[in-house]
């Protein structure tokens, strides 16, 4: 299967700062997403971005497939991002959805 | 108006015994799956279904035996549960089985004792 690595494993920040996560991933991509999961155990949908740049109020994600890595962004973070960041690629297998170890973050006020 | 919905939420049982646990979708996808989420939060595909047929099953126990009754819905049944079942169990769908978004229901935290 795909390999999917995700840097770092832990991020503790200081509400107000900005980050950067990573998703390094081993196969051609047909679909990517990122995922929180929040401390409730919901897995909320990101972002959908196979490729190119999205962006959602203070978060934002590029793919850059032909390298084979995703970046999160999140910025200004708040109480509420904390939580697991999760990416997922399907690959050249259609249907399964590889998911990475994740991040965890924390934002401390 | 829960896209994806799972019930139930939370499920405590004996070791040896036999559950269920259901998965609706209002989205008007084609294909439903069950994940799997470990200890350690790590995800893993168990079973795909596209239009109510099968079309991936992971190196996943015989105990476990998914149905669809219709496109709508997707249940797992897990015979004779062991303590290593425990995990959280996700229910998802999307639109085709490749190349389009998933969405995720809440879970179903089963604790085996």
């Known amino acids: 299967g795909i390999q999917v690595e995700q840097s770092p494993p832990d991020l503790i920040l200081q509400e107000g700062a900005n980050s950067t996560l990573r998703c390094n991933f081993s196969?051609?991509?047909?679909?990517l997403q990122w995922f929180h999961q929040n401390p409730w155990g919901q897995l909320i949908n990101l972002f959908y971005?196979?490729?190119g740049t999205k962006q959602n109020g203070r978060l934002s994600a590029t793919t850059v497939a032909t390298e084979r890595y995703s970046l999160l962004y999140i910025s200004s973070s708040q109480t509420t991002d904390s939580g697991v960041y999760f990416c997922?690629?399907?690959?050249?297998?259609?249907?399964?959805?590889?998911f990475g170890r994740g991040t965890q973050l924390t934002v401390w006020p | 108006d829960t896209a994806v919905s799972q019930t139930p939420k939370y499920l405590v049982t004996q070791m040896g015994n036999d559950k269920s646990i259901k998965c609706e979708q209002n989205?008007?996808?084609?294909?439903m799956y069950w994940y799997k989420q470990d200890s350690k939060k790590f995800l893993k595909i168990m079973f795909s279904?596209?239009?109510?047929?099968?079309?991936i099953n992971e190196t996943v126990p015989n105990r476990f035996s998914p149905k669809s009754p219709d496109k709508a819905h997707l249940n797992l049944h897990i015979n004779s549960l062991e303590l290593g079942d425990s995990a959280v169990y996700f229910c998802?769908?999307?639109?085709?089985?490749?190349?389009?978004?998933?969405?995720f229901g809440q879970g179903t935290r089963l604790t085996v004792v």
């Open positions: 998802a769908s999307s639109q085709d089985p490749g190349g389009t978004e998933a969405f």
């Open positions: 196969d051609s991509v047909n679909n």
């Open positions: 971005i196979p490729s």
């Open positions: 997922a690629i399907e690959g050249s297998t259609l249907g399964r959805l590889y």
């Open positions: 989205l008007g996808h084609d294909t």
């Open positions: 279904y596209n239009n109510k047929e099968l079309i």
